[in-house]
């Protein structure tokens, strides 16, 4: 990668502001003076300093976020906060977004990278990567829901689900309960429990493929994957 397209990536400026402070000779590569803009920086070998600092550069981050509801998962929106907004400008200069939508009002695990390949492996509608949510339910949900799902329901569109697997946590006139399912349709738990009747009040996503919310996390928080959750998540075969 270029070197002035390192510094821009990394929020030093335009590739104009940048250019001045090459010349200012305050930026070296192991060691070495570099006041071309264009000099090669190979990211995996090369030391990069500035001003004596080492530059961290990575080519790729990986974030898991406990979505706060409120915000929208999308990297811009005109009205409302989106969950780009939440994120420290030391990741964002990256230019990570959601993979895949969570409701406004929905909480729970979101996967944000700027790993394009990854993100299109998550969500392809081939690859059924299972999904599950814990929900709060207004009404009773029954054995008969649970059957219902595991043969799929048709939503208000006339689209038939793939099986959902449903778990029944607590039932009464709040149920509580699990669903798995491998599609992202839009809005697609709520129109599921919609399709049997009931109406879904509390949504959060607790696991995407191989990842697991952390609960430590609160509403709004995020942290790194850890190596081995990285690992689990790029080696993933659904
Ligand atoms: N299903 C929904 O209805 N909403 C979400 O945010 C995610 C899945």
């Not at 607590?170 to 809005?187: A, C």
């Not at 996503?205 to 952390?214: H, K, V, W």
């Amino acid at each position: 990668m270029r070197i002035d397209k390192m510094l821009a990536n990394l929020g030093y400026g335009s590739r104009k502001e940048v250019k001045q402070i090459l010349k200012a000779g305050t930026v070296k590569i192991n060691d070495n003076v570099v006041k071309d803009a264009k000099q090669h920086v190979n990211l995996d070998s090369d030391v990069v300093t500035l001003n004596g600092e080492v530059l961290e550069y990575r080519q790729f981050i990986y974030l898991m976020m406990n979505k706060p509801p409120g915000v929208i998962s999308a990297t811009e929106d005109t009205k409302d906060e989106t969950v780009i907004d939440l994120l420290d400008m030391a990741d964002a200069v990256y230019e990570p977004f959601p993979v895949g939508r969570l409701d406004k009002d929905t909480e729970g695990l979101l996967l944000i990278t700027n790993d394009g390949q990854l993100a299109h492996r998550l969500l392809s509608p081939k690859k059924h990567v299972p999904k599950m949510y814990f929900a709060q339910i207004d009404g009773e949900v029954t054995a008969e829901d649970v059957e219902a799902f595991k043969h799929g329901v048709t939503l208000d569109d006339g689209y038939l689900t793939k099986p959902g697997e449903l778990t029944i946590l607590k039932s009464g006139i709040r149920s509580e309960i699990e669903l798995t399912i491998t599609e992202g349709k839009f809005h697609q738990v709520k129109r599921m429990f919609q399709a049997v009747g009931k109406k879904v009040v509390y949504l959060k996503r607790m696991t995407m493929g191989p990842l697991q919310l952390d609960e430590e996390l609160e509403l709004g928080e995020y942290r790194d994957l850890t190596e081995e959750e990285l690992e689990q998540l790029l080696n993933y075969q659904p």
